[in-house]
């Protein structure tokens, strides 16, 4: 192998002294801030969503008047257009208290969990099922982007 180990680079390999149960605690703490991630990403979509159907209601005011139906008009334009979607909120706002009361902690405490338990080095769950499933020696399994089938 030409000197070069055939692996994870040293950022994915599982420091001296972690346990099996760390590196499964960490994964499952990681799995689920993915999945926060995930869910941020639809409440961006609801936010987007939600305001291009506020924007549209311009549109539909507009039409209504043209159509000679002023009292439909007046009705969305001061009862639907510009509403909250929950008392108190456009979905900016709900997105900001999510950031703020949930995501942002979130990442901050695996963040810190993964500095501290595991020497900062991320997927380490990953990493090691990657090289258990792998094919060694097969150039479409090499261990790491940086390097061919022959681990260099």
Request: charged residues 30%; negative net charge; glycine residues 10%.
């Amino acid at each position: 192998m030409s000197g070069h180990e055939d692996g994870p680079d040293r950022a994915h390999r599982r420091p001296e002294g972690v346990s099996d149960a760390t590196v499964e605690a960490l994964g499952a703490l990681s799995k689920a801030l993915e999945t926060t991630e995930r869910a941020r990403g639809h409440l961006y979509s609801f936010h987007q969503l939600t305001g291009t159907a506020d924007l549209e209601l311009d549109r539909a005011v507009e039409l209504l008047r043209k159509a000679g139906h002023e009292d439909w008009a007046e009705t969305v334009r001061t009862q639907i257009l510009g509403r909250n979607v929950i008392p108190g909120h456009w979905t900016f706002q709900i997105v900001e208290a999510y950031d703020t009361t949930y995501h942002q902690p979130f990442r901050e405490i695996e963040r810190a969990a993964v500095d501290e338990l595991a020497d900062g080095r991320d997927h380490l769950y990953e990493a090691e099922m990657k090289e258990a499933r792998r094919t060694a020696g097969h150039p479409d399994h090499t261990a790491r982007p940086d390097t061919g089938g022959d681990g260099r």
